[in-house]
């Protein structure tokens, strides 16, 4: 059974950067799509960052696009998102969450979440 840990998260100054960790145990990631999400507070989840089984491919939302970046070491069982130029907006929770073999981030169908770590950036 796939289990992730996200880490990495704090409290950062407008324009500061963080990066996050998503730690899968249980399997071997590299079969897994993984998709990044937030949710600020009264607000929905949101897809931030998904990338595929070998890492060549990322796609992101126009609101995190150049400012955010997602890698992966499948040998070391670990994503992460390097998160730039924050903006009191980013503020959330994040979570990670992981697919098997589709190379898709829809929400409803990711199979594994994380417990979420929280971000907030200070104006």
């Known amino acids: 059974q796939l289990q992730l840990v996200e880490s990495g998260g704090g409290l950062v100054q407008s324009g500061g950067s963080l990066r996050l960790s998503c730690t899968a145990s249980g399997v071997a990631l590299g079969a897994y799509t993984i998709g990044w999400f937030r949710q600020a507070p009264g607000k929905e989840r949101e897809e931030i960052a998904c990338?595929?089984?070998?890492?060549?491919?990322?796609t992101y939302p126009d609101s995190v696009r150049g400012r955010f970046t997602t890698s992966r070491d499948n040998a070391a069982n670990t994503v992460t998102l390097q998160m730039n130029s924050l903006k009191p907006e980013d503020t959330a929770l994040y979570y990670c969450?992981?697919?098997?073999?589709?190379?898709?981030?829809?929400?409803?169908?990711?199979?594994?979440w994380g417990l979420g770590t929280a971000v907030i950036v200070s104006s």
């Open positions: 990338i595929n089984r070998p890492g060549t491919i990322a």
């Open positions: 969450a992981a697919r098997l073999n589709v190379w898709s981030c829809a929400m409803e169908n990711m199979g594994y």
